[in-house]
């Protein structure tokens, strides 16, 4: 008799983004004429930039030539790839062996426990990117959830009062998931901060699990572009990140993780943790397509990182005209200055799905509900800066004239 992973049963909810998109429609078929704007899921709208087009393209022109044709790759990405990434870690002791190309930071931050023990205690920070808690409660690292709080997780508090940055956990953890920039506060972390977390997984023989999927939107050049700049992290942290954001390849699909040789944890030797993560890939997973790796290249070469920051000013001008107009509407607003996210304090303290719908129903704007990240969210509501800038520009000017307040 087969019998299913009953750990799915504990899902508190179904998905986030899903939940979104079933309410915005269910809106949308009982209001037609309504024109929606959606500053909900992160997900990017302006195109491709030049030279990453070539970049694929030529790979697809190559695929279609006997001399350039390519079956399977290796599982870890190709060479020219993981040199290009590893570049960005200028500075740090990761080399290009350390990074393993995948096909998006959701797969990794949710793939990424199953080489760590099942008993170990996970920390997480709240509010935080659904996916670390779902993946760890899917297998089997948590109780059952009482009103979204799951048993033996330990929620680390991101609150306006600490600047959307936890505290040491009070008790020991074994494996902490830190996002900075954050998803959804858009708080970044500073090298202070980081380096409490790294002393305490180093001392606690913990892992951190960091993800970096917003690094690229950092314009304050004093705060941590990644958790290597901190000093003892290669012995302690594993980082994900992702060319979603910063590329557009939300849809083309790229991302990368960084297991360095000497990361260890409690019953590990140096370089153990590294091979685990190769022999989950290699069994796992065929590799990223050579032609969005192809693309990849393209947008780590001079011209396309030249595109790729004028997309990131581009997205956080939206993010400034965002977090302006609910300002100047008396509306408390956090982030949006080094991360593609406004994470806002809703109005008169009503409850983030309530808001979801007051929005949709007076400005037909689409957000998402702070409490979807965690219970801390609660009482709160992330706008994201990837739309059209006419989008953006007529959410703000809707929800300035049509929202109703007071
Ligand atoms: N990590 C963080 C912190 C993210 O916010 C997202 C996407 C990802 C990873 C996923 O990166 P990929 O490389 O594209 O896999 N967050 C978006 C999209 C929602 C989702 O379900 O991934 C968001 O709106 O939060």
């Not at 659904?130 to 048993?151: M, Q």
């Not at 690094?215 to 990644?226: E, G, H, M, N, R």
């Not at 983030?352 to 219970?375: I, M, N, Q, R, Y």
Request: some cysteine; overall charge negative; aromatic content about 10%.
């Amino acid at each position: 008799m087969a019998k299913i992973n009953a750990s799915y049963r504990k899902l508190a909810a179904g998905y986030l983004f899903p939940e979104i998109a079933k309410r915005t429609r269910a809106f949308s078929e009982a209001n037609p004429d309504a024109d929606i704007l959606r500053l909900g899921i992160g997900d990017t709208t302006e195109s491709l930039t030049p030279t990453i087009v070539d970049g694929l393209s030529q790979a697809v022109q190559s695929l279609g030539t006997p001399e350039g044709y390519s079956g399977y790759g290796d599982s870890e990405g190709i060479g020219a790839l993981r040199e290009g990434i590893a570049e960005m870690y200028a500075g740090t002791s990761i080399h290009a062996d350390d990074i393993f190309v995948s096909d998006g930071a959701k797969s990794d931050s949710s793939n990424i426990q199953s080489i760590f023990s099942s008993d170990n205690v996970i920390a997480v920070q709240d509010p935080a990117y659904p996916v670390y808690v779902d993946s760890n409660v899917i297998s089997g690292r948590t109780g059952n959830a009482t009103e979204g709080v799951y048993d033996g997780l330990v929620y680390m508090p991101c609150t306006a009062e600490n600047g959307f940055f936890p505290e040491l956990p009070s008790q020991k953890v074994d494996i902490i998931y830190i996002c900075s920039p954050n998803n959804p506060t858009g708080a970044v972390a500073t090298h202070a901060q980081l380096q409490r977390f790294v002393d305490y997984a180093i001392e606690n023989k913990a892992i951190i699990i960091f993800d970096s999927a917003y690094a690229v939107f950092i314009q304050d050049d004093s705060l941590p572009k990644t958790i290597y700049e901190i000093e003892g992290a290669e012995k302690c942290a594993i980082e994900i990140s992702s060319f979603s954001k910063s590329v557009g390849f939300t849809g083309v699909r790229l991302g990368w993780t960084v297991v360095p040789d000497a990361v260890t944890c409690e019953d590990s030797e140096p370089g153990e943790i590294k091979k685990l993560w190769t022999r989950r890939q290699n069994t796992f997973f065929n590799g990223a397509s050579n032609i969005v790796q192809a693309g990849g290249v393209a947008a780590l070469n001079p011209a396309g990182k030249e595109e790729m920051k004028q997309l990131v000013s581009f997205y956080m001008e939206n993010a400034r005209i965002i977090r302006e107009g609910l300002t100047k509407l008396g509306i408390t607003a956090y982030g949006g200055d080094n991360a593609p996210y406004v994470w806002l304090k809703t109005p008169e303290g009503i409850g983030s799905w309530e808001f979801f719908d007051k929005l949709l129903e007076e400005c037909h704007v689409v957000g998402t509900p702070g409490a979807g990240f965690g219970p801390a969210g609660e009482g709160y509501f992330r706008l994201s800066a990837f739309g059209h800038r006419a989008n953006v520009e007529e959410a703000v000017k809707r929800i300035s004239e049509q929202l109703k307040l007071g």
